[in-house]
């Protein structure tokens, strides 16, 4: 993805127009990583060093994380990136495992099984017939 991302804001134009725009773009996503790798990522391993050992995570501290991995989607969007490279990203930096990784299937499991797999395999399953038409 990454390197997707770096000959896409590169570009294949000669002017000098596209590649101070295309390295303006690299510039950009750089300073976004920067703040998943140093904004991030402290706050959500200092919530998880506050968890009591072998306990789950409090309300507020996972609905912080689910916060942090939608507002780095929104803004890899407002980027002009992929909606998911932020959310990506921001998984790999954060460790798995208790408390963090515990606590987000023990309470996102339920929703993502039962709700939006079911919506997604029904719109892709109607996407299919209505472009056969």
Known sequence: MF???LFSSIGLG???HSSAKGFFAL???AAYTAFIF???RPVAMWMIRRTPEGGAMDEAHFLTIVLLALVVG???NLLGRNVMI????LGLVLPGGPPLGTTLTD????FVVGILLPLYVA???LRGRICRR
């Open 3 to 5: 390197l997707s991302m």
């Open 14 to 16: 000669s002017s000098a």
């Open 27 to 29: 510039l950009v996503f």
């Open 38 to 40: 140093f904004v991030a």
């Open 74 to 76: 929104l803004w890899g």
């Open 86 to 89: 932020g959310p990506l990203i």
């Open 107 to 110: 309470r996102v499991d339920r």
């Open 123 to 125: 719109t892709e399953g």
